[in-house]
Every structure is written in structure tokens, then in C-alpha cells.
């Protein structure tokens, strides 16, 4: 079974582009969360979504946004990119049957 | 709202001493607790979760709903433990997964 995968596995944008980040779950799962791991600040909790619509946002400017499409695969999308925007982006996916989250390899974002 | 609290950023042990990684958290209801564990160049992962009240890799945790703890043990650390680990919280209504800010576990020689 394929687990959870992301892409691109290494982004480098200038400070003010836009970045796009791709999460496809565990096929059957219906959730998608993103974290942000910056370095010695753990796991951020940026958004939930959860059968295409976004059911909580974590503590994040509004640029930071997202979707999730009909097939449960999910974009998470910065804007007006920051140097302190650069950290390693995880999706995790679940289901409803069970609460274990299972994540991706991430993506290593990097803003110059 | 709910919250997980991990005191301890650093954790150095010896091998072969007890470890304990502390977790309190907060939440109004019964929440489900995990431990996941990152190893180095690895992807994070399920460690072990309060339900099912298993022993993993000789790691075990007890929920204890009076002190909102659940807190992380292993009688006699190996230098393979040496990871982050992060403490995390689901609400049975919410559903939604909180972590923690995790903490480092180094097994030293």
C-alpha cells in the first residue's frame, strides 16, 4: 500500500514568490492535515481539511492557505514568501475508523 | 481548545538508565493520546497510542486523566531511542491532531 507522499521533496523560492506544496493520502483516507516544522520550534499545525472542505486553521497569516481536491489529495499554497517561511512542510492523512495520522516524508522549503 | 505540553526540548540519558518524556496536555472531555517518534532521515511516526495499552519497542505510556498526563517510560534506554519524540492529542468530537513541541532524546554510550 502507498503511503503518504508529497512533492516537490525540496522547493527553493526567493522571498516574495509563491509556493505550492502537494499532499496525496493513503488511499480510503478523507483527511488531510499540514504541519509546519521550523528548525527547534516542533510541529506547527497549520490546516485540517476533511472531505474537500478545511475544518480548522492553526495560528498562520492568511497567506498561508490551501484546498483539498475530490479525490482527497491536497495543496497547501504561501504567499508573498518570508525567510521565515523556510521549514519543513509534513501533510499527514487519516480516516475516519482511526485516529492514527500517518505522514509523509515532507517537503524542505526554502526561502532566499 | 486543546493543548499539549512537553516540558523538556532536551533529554540526555545513559544507556541502559530509566527515560521519561513528559506530556501534560488539556482538554475538556476524553481525549485519544499518542506518542510519535522521528528517528533521524526517517518519517515521523505512530509510537504508541493510550487505547491500545501496549508495550512498543519496551516503550510504555499511562494516561492519567487526573494529573492530564501522559507521560512516556522505558526502563533501560538503548542508544537506538535517540529521536524526537512528540506527545499528541485527538478530540473524540474535533478530531482534530495537536502535538506537542516535542522532545529530543539522546542516549549517550
Known amino acids: 500500500e502507498a503511503g503518504v507522499t508529497q512533492s516537490p521533496t525540496h522547493l527553493i523560492k526567493t522571498r516574495g514568490q509563491q509556493a505550492t506544496l502537494r499532499c496525496s493520502p493513503i488511499?480510503?483516507?478523507?483527511?488531510v492535515y499540514w504541519y509546519q516544522q521550523a528548525l527547534g520550534l516542533g510541529l506547527q499545525f497549520l490546516l485540517w481539511?476533511?472531505?474537500?472542505?478545511?475544518?480548522n486553521r492553526g495560528n498562520f497569516p492568511p497567506r498561508f492557505s490551501g484546498r483539498q481536491f475530490p479525490n482527497y489529495s491536497s495543496e497547501l499554497n504561501v504567499n508573498a514568501l518570508e525567510l521565515e517561511d523556510s521549514a519543513l512542510y509534513l501533510c499527514a492523512s487519516g480516516d475516519k475508523m482511526n485516529t492514527e495520522a500517518f505522514f509523509g516524508q515532507g517537503t524542505r522549503l526554502t526561502v532566499v | 481548545a486543546q493543548r499539549v505540553t512537553q516540558p523538556e526540548k532536551l533529554l540526555s540519558v545513559f544507556k541502559g538508565a530509566p527515560v521519561e518524556l513528559k506530556c501534560n496536555y488539556s482538554?475538556?472531555?476524553?481525549?485519544?493520546l499518542f506518542w510519535y517518534v522521528q528517528y533521524s532521515r526517517q518519517r515521523l511516526q505512530l509510537l504508541l497510542r493510550h487505547i491500545s495499552r501496549e508495550s512498543i519497542k519496551g516503550f510504555t505510556a499511562d494516561l492519567n486523566k487526573g494529573e492530564t498526563s501522559f507521560h512516556l517510560k522505558k526502563p533501560f534506554a538503548q542508544e537506538e531511542d535517540s529521536a524526537m519524540y512528540y506527545c499528541a492529542l485527538v478530540g473524540i468530537s474535533a478530531r482534530q491532531l495537536t502535538f506537542g513541541s516535542g522532545t529530543q532524546l539522546t542516549v549517550l554510550p
Open positions: 488511499s480510503g483516507h478523507t483527511s
Open positions: 481539511y476533511d472531505e474537500g472542505e478545511e475544518r
Open positions: 482538554y475538556s472531555g476524553s481525549p485519544e
